[in-house]
């Protein structure tokens, strides 16, 4: 099967979920937290999202991996380099108050390297996709990075995720060596405001794979570079990133370093 198909499957599994995503935005019926993190939400959308992808995708490829954030791997899949990998909501908390800056999020991967990748915000009707080696486009259409080459010109994210005392460390360098520092609480989503030239840079100082297993490709894709906060190239065990146009990247290590 070739990585077109891959990506037919992707797409189709995102988009059969937009009805739902659409119907409790802003006002999903239940709200828990997660272990003993009041911050870190989840909602029965999310539940229902992710077991509907997993449901369709599976009817593909049963044998591949499937990683979900909210009901981890599928024990009975076959030992095989093949993983999907899916956030039901990237956001959540934005999906919760009724922001749009959330979204849905599949990647498969091939052991290190993503091969297809779709972040589809059903509020907006927009879609980022990607395919290894084939080019990154937002509803069809071609997308790149910004040719910003100053990071004292840079517009850029930032987000902590899990981990705030690394944030209020790296924070004052980001802030004072570039223009301004936006934070919308959705990575996969900011990533690929990278990837589409709207921001040059985003930072996260925390957080899991499926927060940018998709957005990563994406933003590669696009022109631009992603590695872990010590200029690493990304891998299943990467905690931290920095993605950037790829012009200012080496500037931006630097700095924080």
């Keep these: 099967m070739s990585n077109q198909d891959y990506l037919k499957v992707a797409i189709k599994a995102a988009k059969q979920s937009g009805p739902i995503f659409r119907k409790y935005f802003g006002k999903p019926k239940k709200v828990i937290s997660k272990s003993k993190d009041f911050a870190n939400l989840v909602t029965e959308v999310d539940l229902k999202i992710e077991k509907a992808i997993r449901q369709s995708i599976g009817k593909h490829f049963p044998e591949h991996i499937f990683l979900g954030e909210e009901t981890g791997t599928n024990p009975r899949a076959n030992t095989n380099d093949y993983t999907w990998i899916v956030d039901p909501i990237d956001g959540t908390t934005n999906f919760i108050h009724g922001i749009p800056f959330c979204c849905i999020s599949i990647a498969l991967w091939h052991k290190q390297k993503p091969l297809v990748a779709i972040v589809y915000n059903p509020v907006t009707n927009e879609s980022f ?72 840079f985003h930072l996260q100082t925390k957080f899991s794979l499926w927060d940018f297993a998709a957005a990563a490709l994406i933003v590669q894709e696009a022109g631009g570079r992603i590695t872990d906060l010590r200029g690493n190239d990304i891998g299943l065990k990467t905690t931290s990133v920095i993605a950037s146009n790829g012009k200012i990247h080496k500037e931006l290590l630097k700095i924080i370093r």
Excluded: H, L
């Design 129 to 200: 996709t990607a395919i290894a080696k084939q080019g990154s486009f937002k509803n069809g259409k071609k997308i790149k990075v910004s040719g910003q080459k100053y990071i004292k010109s840079a517009y850029g994210g930032f987000g902590w995720g899990k981990e705030i005392k690394a944030a209020k460390y790296f924070f004052p360098f980001i802030k004072k060596n570039s223009q301004k520092i936006r934070t919308f609480g959705a990575a996969a989503w900011e990533i690929c405001m990278v990837a589409s030239g709207i921001f040059d």
